[in-house]
Nanobody, 119 residues
Framework: VQLQASGGGLVQAGTSLRLSCAAS????MGWFRRAPGKEREIVAA????????YYVDSVKGRFTISRDNAKNTVYLQMNSLKPEDTAVYYC?????????????????WGQGTQVTVSS
């Protein structure tokens, strides 16, 4: 399984970015991030059908996870970005059908894309 994440960059606080993750198959997906000096944390997750989603509290109301199953692509729309959102963002896929809330529930990982939010 290949996962290709893209869309990261350097932006100012309050602006938006959209991350994309193209998968070579059909899976439940998640976005994780690892900030400098911190542990990896889940940001958002979505089921195969797209009908169920999950968000960590710190991004609720600002980030939206979605998917286009015709393109096998998952998106993370990030609005109202804050400096504390600065991290390497990873997409991940899991063979299970439901939402995955922890890293060990995912089987495949993309290479990561850097998001830097300046104040």
């Amino acid at each position: 399984v290949q996962l290709q994440a893209s869309g990261g960059g350097l932006v100012q606080a309050g602006t938006s970015l959209r991350l994309s993750c193209a998968a070579s198959g059909f899976y439940s997906m998640g976005w994780f991030r690892r900030a400098p000096g911190k542990e990896r944390e889940i940001v958002a997750a979505i089921t195969r059908s797209g009908t169920s989603t999950y968000y960590v509290d710190s991004v609720k109301g600002r980030f939206t996870i979605s998917r286009d199953n015709a393109k096998n692509t998952v998106y993370l729309q990030m609005n109202s970005l804050k400096p504390e959102d600065t991290a390497v963002y990873y997409c991940a896929a899991r063979r299970g059908s439901g939402l995955g809330y922890q890293a060990d529930q995912y089987n495949y990982w993309g290479q990561g894309t850097q998001v830097t939010v300046s104040s």
